[in-house]
């Protein structure tokens, strides 16, 4: 990466590589988000797992039916759980089986959530790397300047 002659190319250069940290900066907010949602996602699997280890048949529980509204209802048998496997499918099972699929699925979420936060590490440091690129630009940029004021000087 030349700064080429004068301060057009070093201007150039630095608003390049800051609309680079600037688009970096909006991924690592979009994969912190990310991160947000698995973890309230691991929180609903433990709390999931928390239940099934709780109820017990003939338990009386608070189903949800959406918008905020919930009934009562009593649990007939917990051997009958349904659990989402992924895909839009789910599966009846009973409660160890149950118990033993949400552990997988929050081990699933687990690795993606090191992977999403290994991508992070990555992209921060890349933009490290650009910071220090447009600080020695600037630099550069600001020495050829002061040459060419002295320049004008001594003429």
Do not use: F, H
Request: glycine fraction near 10%.
């Amino acid at each position: 990466m030349s700064l080429g002659g004068g301060g057009g190319g070093g201007r150039q250069q630095l608003q390049a590589l800051s609309q680079e940290i600037e688009a970096i900066e909006e991924e690592i907010e979009e994969l912190r988000a990310d991160i947000e949602a698995l973890q309230t996602e691991k929180t609903e699997i433990d709390e999931a797992i928390e239940a099934l280890d709780l109820i017990e048949t003939g338990s009386t529980v608070q189903v949800p039916l959406g918008g905020d509204a919930y009934v009562r209802a009593e649990v007939q048998d917990i051997d009958e759980v349904v659990v989402g496997l992924g895909g839009g499918y789910a599966a009846e099972q009973d409660e160890d089986e149950a118990v033993d699929t949400l552990e997988s699925k929050k081990e699933t979420v687990d690795d993606r959530i090191d992977e999403v936060e290994s991508e992070v590490a990555e992209l921060e440091s890349e933009s490290q790397q650009l910071e220090q690129q447009a600080q020695q630009a600037q630099q550069q940029m600001m020495q050829q300047q002061m040459q060419g004021m002295q320049e004008g000087e001594d003429e």
